[in-house]
C-alpha cells in the first residue's frame, strides 16, 4: 500500500484509476451475473427499473436471490453469499428461522385471512407492550411508513395543531423522506432541524411553537449512515418539545432490536408516540404505532368521538404468528441484550482493523447495526456526499460481492442471530483486504 497525503473531503468525480478500476470490476461482475442480467431486463419490460422498491437498485444491476437459509443467500447464478444485509434490518432472525417457519405452516392450515380478531394479535400487544416502556397502547399496521404516517396524523389529531419537525437527512418511510426534496413526501407542513445540533434545533422548535404537533426522530439515524444521537440531544428535544406542548415521536422502526428495551429504554427516555416494523414481524410485512394511553385510546371503536383505523392486513395471521413466536421465544430480552454487546464488540474490532490501514475510511453505528463512511472523520449528522463517494461505495461493494460478501451499497452493516464470530471476522477480513487493494484509488479519489 501507498503512504497517505494529507487529505481534505473534497472528493473528485474524475479520478483516473477509480474509473478504471470501476470500469474493470463492472464488466466482470456483468460477465460472471448473466441469469440476474437476463431477468432484469425482463422484469424492465413490467416494472419500471425492474423492481419496486427503489433501495434494492445498485449498479449496474442488482443479483436476483433464488433461496436464502441463516445468514447465507444463493442467487440465480449459483454464487453464495455470506448476508451482511439482513434486509435492511428486517432480517434479524436471519433466513428460514425454524421455529417460525414451524409456526407459519401450522398457522396456514388454520387459514388465511379470517375478517376478525385473532388470537395472536392481542398477546402479541401485550408482549410489545411490556417489552418497551413508552407503549401503553399499540395499534398494528403494515410497514414502517405506514405507521410513521398514522403516528404523525394521530399527532395532529391530538394536538389540533398542523406542523411536524424533522431531521435533515431523516428518512421514515417512503412519503416521508428528508434527503433533499422528495416531490412524493406527505404534504405535512413540515421544518427541518440539524441531527445533534439541540441549540439550533430548540431555537427552531420555539421559533414553530403552538403551531408544532410532533417531533419525529431516530434516536440513531438509520438510512442516513447509522449514526447515533448524543444521549444529551434527545433529552433536550424532550424537554423542548413539552415546553411548547408539542409531541415527541420516536421513529424505532430499526433500533428497537437495541437491547431488551429499544433505544428509549436505554436512554431512559419516554417520547409520546413510538413507531416500529421490520424485524417485529418476524420476517413478515409488519409496522405498529403506540404511546401514551390517553392518546392511542381514541382508536377505540367503542368510544363516540373515535378515530377510524382501517386496514385489511394488520392483523393478518402471518405476520401476528411470526411476531409472536420471533419476540416471545427467540429474540428475548436476555439474548437482545447479549445480541447488542456482541455487535458493539465486532464494530469496535472492526474499526480497530480499519484504522490501520491510515485511510480516510470509518465505520460507525450502535449494537447490530453500522455503516462504513469515506472521509477525514467520522460523521455526526447525516450529510450530502460529495462527487465520486457512489463510486468508491460501488467499487468497494462490486469487489465484496466477488467475494462473497453481501451488504447495502452505501454501506450499511445489518447483523443477524445467526451471524457467527468468524462470519464476521470473514467479512471483516475480506472488506480489509478490499480497501487495501483500492487504497491508491481512495486517495487519489479524496484528494488533497
Same mark, same amino acid.
Given at each position: 500500500?501507498?503512504?497517505?497525503?494529507?487529505?481534505?473531503?473534497?472528493?473528485?468525480?474524475?479520478?483516473?484509476?477509480?474509473?478504471?478500476?470501476?470500469?474493470?470490476?463492472?464488466?466482470?461482475?456483468?460477465?460472471?451475473?448473466?441469469?440476474?442480467?437476463?431477468?432484469?431486463?425482463?422484469?424492465?419490460?413490467?416494472?419500471?427499473?425492474?423492481?419496486?422498491?427503489?433501495?434494492?437498485?445498485?449498479?449496474?444491476?442488482?443479483?436476483?436471490?433464488?433461496?436464502?437459509?441463516?445468514?447465507?443467500?444463493?442467487?440465480?447464478?449459483?454464487?453464495?453469499?455470506?448476508?451482511?444485509?439482513?434486509?435492511?434490518?428486517?432480517?434479524?432472525?436471519?433466513?428460514?428461522?425454524?421455529?417460525?417457519?414451524?409456526?407459519?405452516?401450522?398457522?396456514?392450515?388454520?387459514?388465511?385471512?379470517?375478517?376478525?380478531?385473532?388470537?395472536?394479535?392481542?398477546?402479541?400487544?401485550?408482549?410489545?407492550?411490556?417489552?418497551?416502556?413508552?407503549?401503553?397502547? *399499540? @395499534?398494528?399496521?403494515?410497514?414502517?411508513?405506514?405507521?410513521?404516517?398514522?403516528?404523525?396524523? +394521530?399527532?395532529? =389529531?391530538?394536538? &389540533? $395543531?398542523?406542523?411536524?419537525?424533522?431531521?435533515?437527512?431523516?428518512?421514515?418511510?417512503?412519503?416521508?423522506?428528508?434527503?433533499?426534496?422528495?416531490?412524493?413526501?406527505?404534504?405535512?407542513?413540515?421544518?427541518?432541524?440539524?441531527?445533534?445540533?439541540?441549540?439550533?434545533?430548540?431555537?427552531?422548535?420555539?421559533?414553530?411553537?403552538?403551531?408544532?404537533?410532533?417531533?419525529?426522530?431516530?434516536?440513531?439515524?438509520?438510512?442516513?449512515?447509522?449514526?447515533?444521537?448524543?444521549?444529551?440531544?434527545?433529552?433536550?428535544?424532550?424537554?423542548?418539545?413539552?415546553?411548547?406542548?408539542?409531541?415527541?415521536?420516536?421513529?424505532?422502526?430499526?433500533?428497537?432490536?437495541?437491547?431488551?428495551?429499544?433505544?428509549?429504554?436505554?436512554?431512559? *427516555? @419516554?417520547?409520546?408516540?413510538?413507531?416500529?416494523?421490520?424485524?417485529?414481524?418476524?420476517?413478515? +410485512?409488519?409496522? =405498529?404505532?403506540? &404511546? $401514551?394511553?390517553?392518546?392511542?385510546?381514541?382508536?377505540?371503536?367503542?368510544?363516540?368521538?373515535?378515530?377510524?383505523?382501517?386496514?385489511?392486513?394488520?392483523?393478518?395471521?402471518?405476520?401476528?404468528?411470526?411476531?409472536?413466536?420471533?419476540?416471545?421465544?427467540?429474540?428475548?430480552?436476555?439474548?437482545?441484550?447479549?445480541?447488542?454487546?456482541?455487535?458493539?464488540?465486532?464494530?469496535?474490532?472492526?474499526?480497530?482493523?480499519?484504522?490501520?490501514?491510515?485511510?480516510?475510511?470509518?465505520?460507525?453505528?450502535?449494537?447490530?447495526?453500522?455503516?462504513?463512511?469515506?472521509?477525514?472523520?467520522?460523521?455526526?449528522?447525516?450529510?450530502?456526499?460529495?462527487?465520486?463517494?457512489?463510486?468508491?461505495?460501488?467499487?468497494?461493494?462490486?469487489?465484496?460481492?466477488?467475494?462473497?460478501?453481501?451488504?447495502?451499497?452505501?454501506?450499511?452493516?445489518?447483523? +443477524?442471530?445467526?451471524?457467527?464470530?468468524?462470519?464476521?471476522?470473514?467479512?471483516?477480513?475480506?472488506?480489509?483486504?478490499?480497501?487495501?487493494?483500492?487504497?491508491?484509488?481512495?486517495?487519489?479519489?479524496?484528494?488533497?
Amino acid at each position: 500500500m501507498s503512504s497517505v497525503p494529507a487529505i481534505t473531503e473534497t472528493i473528485e468525480s474524475d479520478s483516473t484509476m477509480l474509473s478504471a478500476l470501476l470500469k474493470s470490476e463492472r464488466d466482470l461482475y456483468t460477465e460472471n451475473n448473466p441469469n440476474s442480467l437476463a431477468l432484469h431486463r425482463k422484469a424492465k419490460a413490467a416494472l419500471p427499473g425492474g423492481n419496486t422498491r427503489t433501495v434494492l437498485h445498485y449498479s449496474p444491476f442488482p443479483i436476483t436471490v433464488k433461496r436464502a437459509q441463516g445468514a447465507h443467500i444463493v442467487d440465480v447464478d449459483g454464487h453464495q453469499y455470506q448476508d451482511f444485509l439482513g434486509e435492511y434490518t428486517a432480517g434479524l432472525y436471519g433466513h428460514s428461522h425454524p421455529k417460525i417457519t414451524q409456526a407459519l405452516t401450522r398457522a396456514l392450515s388454520d387459514g388465511l385471512t379470517f375478517g376478525s380478531p385473532t388470537e395472536q394479535e392481542g398477546r402479541l400487544g401485550a408482549l410489545i407492550c411490556e417489552r418497551f416502556p413508552a407503549v401503553e397502547r *399499540l @395499534r398494528f399496521c403494515n410497514s414502517g411508513t405506514e405507521a410513521n404516517v398514522l403516528a404523525l396524523s +394521530s399527532a395532529r =389529531a391530538h394536538t &389540533g $395543531r398542523t406542523d411536524i419537525m424533522v431531521v435533515d437527512g431523516s428518512y421514515h418511510g417512503g412519503v416521508l423522506t428528508f434527503v433533499g426534496d422528495n416531490p412524493l413526501n406527505a404534504p405535512f407542513p413540515t421544518h427541518r432541524i440539524p441531527f445533534n445540533d439541540l441549540r439550533t434545533a430548540t431555537e427552531t422548535i420555539n421559533r414553530v411553537g403552538g403551531r408544532l404537533a410532533a417531533l419525529i426522530i431516530e434516536p440513531m439515524i438509520g438510512a442516513g449512515g447509522c449514526i447515533p444521537a448524543d444521549a444529551d440531544f434527545l433529552k433536550g428535544l424532550r424537554e423542548a418539545t413539552e415546553a411548547v406542548g408539542a409531541l415527541l415521536l420516536f421513529d424505532e422502526v430499526m433500533t428497537s432490536r437495541h437491547g431488551p428495551n429499544g433505544l428509549h429504554g436505554m436512554y431512559g *427516555l @419516554r417520547p409520546d408516540l413510538i413507531t416500529f416494523g421490520k424485524y417485529l414481524g418476524g420476517g413478515m +410485512s409488519f409496522g =405498529a404505532f403506540g &404511546g $401514551r394511553a390517553d392518546i392511542l385510546d381514541r382508536f377505540d371503536p367503542s368510544r363516540p368521538d373515535a378515530w377510524p383505523h382501517a386496514g385489511t392486513f394488520n392483523n393478518n395471521v402471518f405476520s401476528m404468528t411470526a411476531g409472536l413466536v420471533g419476540l416471545g421465544e427467540i429474540y428475548t430480552p436476555e439474548v437482545a441484550q447479549t445480541f447488542f454487546a456482541q455487535g458493539e464488540r465486532r464494530r469496535e474490532k472492526l474499526a480497530e482493523s480499519l484504522s490501520g490501514l491510515q485511510l480516510p475510511v470509518h465505520v460507525t453505528g450502535m449494537g447490530s447495526m453500522m455503516a462504513l463512511h469515506f472521509g477525514l472523520k467520522a460523521p455526526r449528522a447525516p450529510y450530502s456526499p460529495p462527487p465520486g463517494y457512489s463510486d468508491l461505495c460501488e467499487l468497494v461493494h462490486l469487489k465484496m460481492m466477488a467475494k462473497g460478501q453481501f451488504y447495502a451499497r452505501r454501506g450499511m452493516i445489518n447483523l +443477524s442471530l445467526p451471524v457467527t464470530d468468524s462470519m464476521f471476522e470473514d467479512f471483516a477480513s475480506d472488506l480489509i483486504a478490499t480497501l487495501d487493494m483500492c487504497s491508491d484509488a481512495i486517495v487519489e479519489t479524496v484528494s488533497p
